[in-house]
């Protein structure tokens, strides 16, 4: 009988420190999980979206049957970064000091930005919440599909290539990034090789670096991020990027909604120079003139009275955008045949349209972009492979459109091979993609008035002679984009001159490089207006440009300034017309009298 009883307190006493270990255990995890709320604190009561397997969104039971809707910003980060400071802290510029110059400028050599001032601005810096006053209000469809983030980079600098992934773990649903892949194209800098590895198995257990053998190339080292990736959804983004408040839900709602969907973030812009965020515009339908540059078109009625909602846009621009992988690999991916970069963008899109898809920017998915200020990096094929990637691009999707784009440069494209086109017109015939008319008729219908695939004439073309001194004439200078033209002796042809002095006053109403795709852009009001060349825009304003036969006077923009002369200095410039400046007096090597004559008729239309 004791016996009995020491066994049953000998099991209770066991019983009872098992109960009491499992009590502080359960305490324990409690205490963790709530410091963990701390940490990264939810966005909102209702935000606990589980999937039974990563990559199963698209291909179990329909998600989404009841339509529920949440709010999925995360308020406790918001307040947070309103109190933050430091330099660049709200996307605010910030600057140097004059002992930081030298260092600047080497490392500007190196990156085509100021990587010395990003050394100085946080990784998880604080963003201005730029998004139209609407996008704050919007709820998302609770059940999102996971996601894997791709980053290519090749001797990308260290803060920016982490501050691109922690502002996406910082911004995003923790539960909807199963991982963030960083694919290392070869670099030839040595932090990010080990050192970069360490890193982020230490500080970022959601990244993954792949390391390539040999330099591939953008489109090789995004296809090597896809391959490993293991969520519904691909997002690609550069390496030198910073995600925005919420930026993620309106990415993933459409694609969850039908999964033959791409949508793609508004681009801002953060300096290169100040690291300033700012909005680049508040939205335009992608596009691509006959020499496959990229264009933009204007938004339609039906999308400006939504501002909020995504709408469709004919092309991407080809850096940051979002697919199910799913649908990404049905179209077979990235054509592996396109060489380093250029042209996949292009590919990608017509594929999406022509074989089941469609594709919208989402104006409350905003993403910083820093734009170099120089290119650092050469050509590593020493060849052209641009115009064989865009070869590949014609021949398989655009059909007889193809020969809009070999007639700007027909020498070119006759002699360029295109290479093996049988895996990509596979593919098209097994999705059974529609033909690249119905492309230009019902997806980008509007394109051709503002680049027709064969351009009218121009108003005027040749060298630009100075009256006041007939020796020189306006030139390049051999500048690039963003510097100025000037003055040089005239060549001896005005009427065909060299390319430095061969100018266009284009049906768009700009004045262009002959052949070229960089225009004369005055941004400023102020006496000797400085006259920069920039990629071509097409909308007029400051690089709207006309000439008066009888004045003789080059007139910039709608406010009676003109083109102007110090000839001693062999500069140009801009200044209030005056009918008695001779320096202000101009001779084309060639004038179209009947378009000149027809001026608000002919051409682009003249916009308000």
């Known amino acids: 009988m004791r016996r009995n009883i020491r066994v049953l307190l000998k099991y209770a006493l066991g019983g009872g420190f098992v109960l009491l270990f499992l009590t502080l255990l359960v305490r324990s995890f409690s205490m963790v999980d709530k410091q963990n709320a701390v940490d990264h604190p939810p966005a909102a009561a209702e935000r606990h979206v589980q999937h039974r397997k990563q990559g199963s969104f698209f291909n179990g039971p329909p998600k989404n049957v009841h339509s529920k809707r949440i709010d999925w910003h995360d308020y406790r980060l918001i307040e947070a970064e309103e109190k933050r400071t430091g330099v660049g802290e709200h996307g605010i510029a910030g600057h140097l000091e004059k002992k930081d110059e030298v260092m600047k400028d080497k490392l500007f050599k190196k990156n085509g930005f100021n990587a010395v001032l990003s050394d100085l601005i946080s990784l998880n810096r604080s963003l201005p919440d730029i998004r139209h006053k609407g996008c704050r209000k919007k709820t998302y469809l609770s059940e999102l599909p996971t996601v894997s983030v791709v980053v290519p980079f090749y001797n990308e600098h260290w803060s920016t290539l982490l501050r691109t992934a922690s502002s996406v773990l910082l911004r995003s649903p923790p539960e909807l990034i199963t991982e963030i892949i960083l694919v290392d194209d070869c670099s030839t800098k040595e932090f990010l090789k080990d050192q970069l590895d360490r890193y982020v198995e230490e500080?970022?257990?959601?990244?993954?670096?792949?390391?390539?053998?040999?330099?591939?190339?953008?489109?090789?080292?995004?296809?090597?991020?896809?391959?490993?990736?293991?969520?519904?959804?691909?997002?690609?983004?550069?390496?030198?990027?910073?995600?925005?408040?919420?930026?993620?839900?309106?990415?993933?709602?459409?694609?969850?909604?039908?999964?033959?969907?791409?949508?793609?973030?508004?681009?801002?812009?953060?300096?290169?120079?100040?690291?300033?965020?700012?909005?680049?515009?508040?939205?335009?339908?992608?596009?691509?003139?006959?020499?496959?540059?990229?264009?933009?078109?204007?938004?339609?009625?039906?999308?400006?009275?939504?501002?909020?909602?995504?709408?469709?846009?004919?092309?991407?621009?080809?850096?940051?955008?979002?697919?199910?992988?799913?649908?990404?690999?049905?179209?077979?991916?990235?054509?592996?045949?396109?060489?380093?970069?250029?042209?996949?963008?292009?590919?990608?899109?017509?594929?999406?349209?022509?074989?089941?898809?469609?594709?919208?920017?989402?104006?409350?998915?905003r993403v910083g972009h820093i734009y170099r200020g120089y290119a650092p990096f050469g050509n590593p094929r020493k060849k052209d492979f641009l115009s064989r990637n865009y070869k590949r691009v014609a021949e398989v999707w655009m059909d007889e459109y193809k020969e809009y784009l070999y007639m700007r440069d027909r020498k070119k494209y006759d002699n360029t091979d295109a290479g093996d086109l049988s895996k990509q017109l596979a593919i098209r015939e097994k999705l059974q993609c529609k033909p690249f008319k119905w492309f230009m008729e019902n997806v980008a219908f509007d394109l051709v008035e503002k680049y027709p695939p064969i351009e009218p004439p121009d108003f005027a073309n040749g060298a630009i002679q100075s009256v006041?001194?007939?020796?020189?004439?306006?030139?390049?200078?051999?500048?690039?984009?963003?510097?100025?033209?000037?003055?040089?002796?005239?060549?001896?042809?005005?009427?065909?001159?060299?390319?430095?002095?061969?100018?266009?006053?284009?049906?768009?109403?700009?004045?262009?490089?002959?052949?070229?795709?960089?225009?004369?852009?005055?941004?400023?009001?102020?006496?000797?207006?400085?006259?920069?060349?920039?990629?071509?825009?097409?909308?007029?304003?400051?690089?709207?440009?006309?000439?008066?036969?009888?004045?003789?006077?080059?007139?910039?923009g709608k406010n009676n300034r003109c083109l102007d002369m110090d000839d001693s200095r062999r500069e140009v410039f801009v200044n209030p017309c005056s009918a008695d400046n001779p320096n202000q007096k101009w001779k084309w090597g060639y004038v179209n009298m009947t378009a000149i004559g027809n001026w608000k008729t002919y051409g682009a239309k003249l916009i308000d």
């Open 203 to 365: 500080n970022m257990p959601k990244v993954k670096v792949v390391h390539l053998p040999e330099r591939s190339g953008l489109i090789t080292a995004r296809l090597a991020g896809a391959k490993v990736a293991t969520a519904d959804v691909l997002i690609f983004l550069d390496s030198h990027t910073e995600a925005n408040i919420n930026w993620l839900p309106p990415l993933l709602e459409p694609i969850a909604e039908d999964y033959r969907t791409c949508v793609c973030p508004f681009i801002d812009v953060i300096d290169w120079d100040t690291f300033e965020y700012r909005a680049q515009d508040e939205g335009a339908r992608g596009a691509f003139d006959w020499k496959f540059f990229y264009k933009r078109l204007p938004l339609l009625q039906k999308d400006l009275e939504h501002p909020t909602e995504p709408f469709e846009s004919p092309v991407m621009a080809g850096g940051l955008f979002a697919i199910s992988s799913k649908f990404f690999w049905e179209l077979g991916g990235y054509d592996e045949g396109l060489d380093i970069w250029g042209g996949e963008q292009y590919e990608l899109s017509f594929k999406i349209w022509q074989c089941g898809g469609r594709m919208y920017d989402a104006p409350c998915s």
């Open 468 to 556: 006041a001194n007939p020796a020189l004439c306006v030139d390049t200078l051999n500048h690039g984009e963003k510097q100025t033209v000037g003055l040089f002796s005239c060549a001896s042809d005005k009427v065909q001159p060299q390319a430095n002095q061969y100018f266009q006053l284009s049906w768009h109403r700009d004045l262009r490089i002959k052949f070229g795709e960089l225009c004369w852009d005055v941004s400023e009001s102020v006496p000797n207006a400085k006259i920069l060349l920039y990629h071509c825009h097409g909308g007029q304003g400051n690089q709207l440009w006309s000439y008066d036969v009888e004045s003789q006077m080059i007139k910039q």
